[in-house]
């Protein structure tokens, strides 16, 4: 089992920045690829970002690419996203999850979300 813990959602203004965490345990990471998903009301749950924690590989979804970054920090087992130059439709639930596949694109285990919400 793989426990996953995000934090640092919040509410921003457009154009603002914010850094998601989620921190890990239960098991190494090394098997596995993270993922950042996001779910809007009344909307499906999307990709946003993924990163291989072997190898740092990375893939985002289209609309994000050049504003988030996602990355790793084998030591604290976290993964983080940065997200810059927000827009209001990046408000959502963010949801981390570790997928036994790449791109993780399914998710094998999931944090419990940290909403975001940005203001116009």
């Known amino acids: 089992q793989v426990q996953l813990v995000e934090s640092g959602g919040g509410l921003v203004q457009a154009g603002g920045s914010l850094r998601l965490s989620c921190a890990a345990s239960?098991?190494?990471?090394?098997?596995?690829?993270m993922g950042w998903f996001r779910q809007a009301p009344r909307k499906e749950r999307e990709f946003v970002a993924g990163?291989?924690?072997?190898?740092?590989?990375?893939a985002y979804k289209d609309s994000v690419k050049g504003r988030f970054t996602i990355s790793r920090d084998n030591a604290k087992n976290t993964v983080y996203l940065q997200m810059n130059s927000l827009k209001p439709e990046d408000t959502a639930v963010y949801y981390c999850?570790?997928?036994?596949?790449?791109?993780?694109?399914?998710?094998?285990?999931w944090g419990q979300g940290t909403q975001v919400t940005v203001s116009s």
């Open positions: 999850a570790a997928d036994r596949n790449w791109p993780p694109l399914q998710g094998n285990y």
């Open positions: 239960g098991r190494t990471l090394s098997p596995y690829s």
């Open positions: 990163i291989r924690w072997s190898t740092g590989t990375t």
